[in-house]
């Protein structure tokens, strides 16, 4: 992938079913940012965060990934807890909270109904997410937050979603010698069902830090 090519499109319409829920959602709450959402963090992070796509009332409302909504606080409150985010607590993308070698982005970048993107839909988004590893260039480590983002990483770093297996806490070696980490998503769903508790994030998320160089090994 071309360094130069675009990492982000902000009137992205390429997803023609995307498009038009956006317009939808925009008249039913004209208040929502309710276009594509741009990646959050440094410029040159050392760990990048790879989460599915938008939530209706997080981030397709606020702006940014994971903010305003159930799905960030577990992921927000970790960070801080390593010291990669200035405050422990996302709320909108105006509230001043900065991170620390870290960036987040998703696989996709709009908001998808039922929050489920289609596989085409992923394909087409995956050129932003290969365009922005390509950038990247001080990213080592990636922690991927789900099955949909494992894949999306996969194929934006030039491999097949057979390469490598996801499961939490699995760890792969991708080209460049970046290191892949995987961890269940920080959802409503699996937090409250227990399939992911505040320990087993932490510690995957400590882990990927830690092969990122933002975290002294225990």
Partial sequence: MDAAAPTFCPDC????????FLVNTAHEYPD???????P??????????????????????????FTGDYAGILLYESLFSLGLSSNPKSVDRNDGLALKGVRITNAVKCLPPENKPLPVEIKTCNQYLAAELAKLES???ILALGTVAH???????????????????NEHVLPGDRHLVDSYHCSRYNTQTRRLTTEMFQK????AATLAGLQSAA
């Avoid at 990483?153 to 939490?168: C, D, E, N």
């Avoid at 995957?204 to 882990?207: A, E, I, P, S, Y």
């Fill in 40 to 65: 959050f963090g440094e410029l040159a992070p050392k760990l990048l965060i790879v989460g599915l796509a938008p939530g209706m009332h997080g981030a397709n409302r606020t702006g940014r990934p």
């Fill in 151 to 169: 894949d999306a990483v996969l194929i934006a770093s030039g491999l097949k979603r057979s390469a490598a297996k996801f499961a939490h806490a």
């Fill in 13 to 20: 319409t390429l997803c023609p079913r995307l498009a038009r």
């Fill in 204 to 207: 995957v998320l400590r882990r």
């Fill in 32 to 38: 929502y940012h309710c276009k594509p959402v741009a």
């Fill in 139 to 141: 990213v080592t480590a």
